[in-house]
Every structure is written in C-alpha cells, then in structure tokens.
C-alpha cells in the first residue's frame, strides 16, 4: 500500500520548519512518503470576504490528485506538531473506504458554520449526535482513494463560498462528506489536540495542533510555544544548534511582530517580552 503525508509550507516560518521535522521522522517510521506544498496549485479569488479567508487553504484540493497515485493520504495542517512516539494513524484507522478527522462539532456550537455553506449551496440531511451537529476540523484528515471525499470537491465551489462563509474549506468538505453520503468517522482528540480541549496535558498528545492562539496567551505567540514545546519534545533527537537557531528565529519574528504594534522604543519592548513571555 502507497501512503503519503501532505502538508503545505510556503516560505521560511520557523514553525512550519519544526512542524516539517517531525513529519519528516514520523513519515520514515509509518513508510509515507512526505509531500509539501511550498506554492499554491489553485487559484481562487478572494476579494473583500465576510471572514477571514486564505487562498493557502485551496490547497487541500490537492488530496484529491495525490490519491490518484498513493492508497492513502494523510493531510496535516503545518501548525501540527507530531510527537515522537506518536501512534500509526494508518494502522488505527484502517477502513479505507472511510474518511477520517475529528469531530470538533461534538464540543464547539457550529450550527452558524453549517448554515452559511447550505445557505450558498443548499441544504443536506445533516447528522447529529447528542453533542450537537457532526462537523469536522479539517486540519489533521485521513483519505484514501475509495472514500469518496476529494472525488466530490471542485474549486469551482470553493469559489462560490470563498467570499461568504467562514472556514470555507472546511465546512465545504463537511458539505460535500453529508450531501454524498460519505462514510465518514472521528479520529481520537490524541490525533488532533486542540486548545479547545483545554491545556491540561496537552503535551501527552500524539499530534497537537497550534491552531488559534495554539496555547499561548495571544495568536502572536503562537509560533514561540510551538517552538518552545518542540525543543522541549525534540532534544534528546534533534541536535540542539537546530533547534536553538529555529527558537531564535521565531523569537526574532514574534518581536519584529510587536516593535510594529507597540509605541514604545524597541529595547523596552524586548525588555519586557524577555520578561514575560515564555520561550
């Protein structure tokens, strides 16, 4: 059986550099290829949107093609940090005619989400368990080439939502899982630990997931804890030069960040986030 892990990477962030070297340890050990994205392959046009939207997140689309040549695709948003002992994904989930993620609907309302992309495109028979509504996140997503999912998927209905709806492609392929029918199931939190989950033990996880804020007290100190806890995760594997020049850089970009929002002299701004923010 062919697999890959697909990720998309554009540009130097040090984030996505630490995010791609964990990948790049759990793809040898699961026998995955790894493939990233580091350009958009679909344009869309994004003008004026009602929520924020990102022509990054079309990328997606391009599941579908990779499931043209491999078996099995696992996609993985490059905010995710994969631990080092973390589980086989494929072998947990190993019904190939079902598509995998998690099912944040089961602890976040989405109802507003759900109605904004049947709004556009029409309604669906869409399920619920006593949690609420079954909506997935789509930044960790298990595919293989019989379930269906980017068989169904256009950009062309991207397009039509892109500028209307929140999170459009996810609750897109949310849509298109619940108007074909799909087979689909929820993976284990484990797979992808959000902050909505809580802090508490987050770092026991095997993929956490730095989306929003990612654990930190602000969005832009994000990319600084991903770093923080991947130097913590990775020491005793990853030489630590590597990992000291990655936590510098994303230090060095959170503070170019913040001389630009705070109107105070720049060494005073230093000053106080060597204080205060953990790193």
């Known amino acids: ?4 892990i697909f990720t998309l990477a554009i540009g130097d962030n ?9 990948f790049e340890l759990y793809a040898d050990r699961v026998g995955a290829d790894l493939i990233v994205s580091k ?10 949107p009602a ?16 499931l043209k ?13 994969i631990k080092p002992n973390a589980k086989d994904l494929f072998e947990l989930y190993p019904d190939r005619d079902t598509t995998y993620w998690l099912n944040e609907g089961a602890l976040k309302n989405r109802g507003s989400d759900i109605k904004l992309v049947t709004d ?31 068989s169904k998927t256009s950009l062309e209905d991207l397009q039509k939502l892109c500028n209307k709806i929140s999170f ?21 939190k484990a797979f992808n630990r959000m902050d909505m989950f809580g802090k508490e033990n987050y770092l026991e996880a095997d993929f956490i997931h730095y989306a929003g804020k990612g654990y930190a007290k602000t969005s832009r100190r994000r990319d600084v804890q991903f770093l923080k806890d991947f130097a913590e995760i990775y020491k005793d594997i990853i030489p630590s030069n590597e990992i000291n020049e990655l936590k510098d ?9 913040i001389y630009k929002k705070y109107p105070l002299p720049n060494f005073l701004i230093k000053l106080f986030s060597e204080r205060f923010v953990p790193r």
């Open 168 to 188: 459009y492609e996810q609750s897109y392929f949310n849509y298109c899982i619940h108007k074909h029918g799909l087979k689909h199931q929820s993976i284990d």
């Open 39 to 48: 350009s958009l392959h679909y344009k869309i046009d994004i003008a004026e």
């Open 69 to 81: 040549e491999y078996d099995r695709v696992l996609y993985l948003d490059s905010d995710v940090l």
């Open 249 to 257: 850089n994303a230090w060095q970009a959170y503070l170019k960040v």
């Open 120 to 150: 556009v495109l029409g309604s669906v028979s869409w399920p619920r368990t006593e949690e609420g509504a079954v909506y997935y996140n789509a930044g960790v997503i298990l595919a293989s080439k019989e379930s269906g999912l980017f």
């Open 14 to 22: 040090p984030m996505y550099q630490a995010a791609l070297k964990s």
């Open 51 to 66: 929520y924020h939207a990102s022509p990054a997140w079309t990328e997606k689309l391009r599941i579908g093609e990779l």
């Open 1 to 4: 059986m062919k697999k890959a």
